[in-house]
């Protein structure tokens, strides 16, 4: 196995700007580093979910019946505007108590917007699907085996960007928290972008 290109791959990959990306930055920058790890684990294990699938062939169900990877796609960018129109709509306030009462007991829904976020993209699956098997090389032993190490490569590489990007993200927020027009234009910012992205999948 390519081990070196196949991470290489993954690296240029989790570089593009994508909802996913988008979700963590905007959710550390507003929320603090703590819900952006959050959503950042729930990325990974949507990811994680993914990779079963397509080692169960679920890819291959979506080719031969298009209408379900339509349905599966129409709920994930339906979704992501719903989650785009709550960023924009959310009201954002440093000072406010009760807005940080509520910040620390939302780590559970910070976890499960990163989870459904991804895992609602059939793309992601087909992305595994694809990937994967360029990488798999029967004369190299146990197809499982190889399936589930890569598997767990591209997990882990994409835990590692999205803590990254959780980091990262909490280094804006102290900007953003500065100026009440900061914090206006953070949300229409991601909001829009996110808006964006369902309507190009739905596309």
Not at 21 to 29: D, E, G, I, K, P
Not at 97 to 111: E, F, I, T, V
Not at 137 to 161: E, I, N, R
Request: net charge positive.
């Amino acid at each position: 196995m390519e081990i070196g290109l196949f991470i290489s791959a993954l690296a240029i990959v989790y570089l593009i700007p994508g909802p996913d990306m988008l979700l963590v930055l905007h959710t550390s920058s507003s929320q603090g580093r703590g819900h952006g790890l959050a959503t950042a684990l729930g990325l990974g294990i949507a990811r994680g979910l993914h990779v079963a699938l397509a080692g169960l062939g679920l890819a291959a169900l979506f080719t031969a019946a298009p209408w379900l990877f339509d349905v599966v796609r129409y709920l994930g960018a339906a979704y992501l505007v719903w989650v785009g129109v709550q960023l924009i709509r959310s009201r954002h306030s440093a000072d406010s108590n009760h807005h940080q009462a509520s910040l620390n007991g939302s780590y559970y829904l910070a976890w499960r917007r990163g989870l459904l976020t991804n895992l609602l993209n059939p793309k992601s699956l087909l992305f595994c699907s694809v990937l994967l098997p360029q990488f798999i090389h029967t004369q190299q032993g146990a197809v499982a085996l190889q399936f589930t190490l890569l598997g767990s490569v591209l997990v882990g590489v994409g835990l590692l960007y999205d803590v990254l990007y959780a980091c990262l993200g909490a280094q804006m927020q102290r900007w953003f928290a500065s100026q009440r027009k900061r914090q206006i234009f953070q949300r229409w910012v991601f909001g829009t972008l996110l808006i964006g992205f369902a309507l190009r999948l739905a596309a």
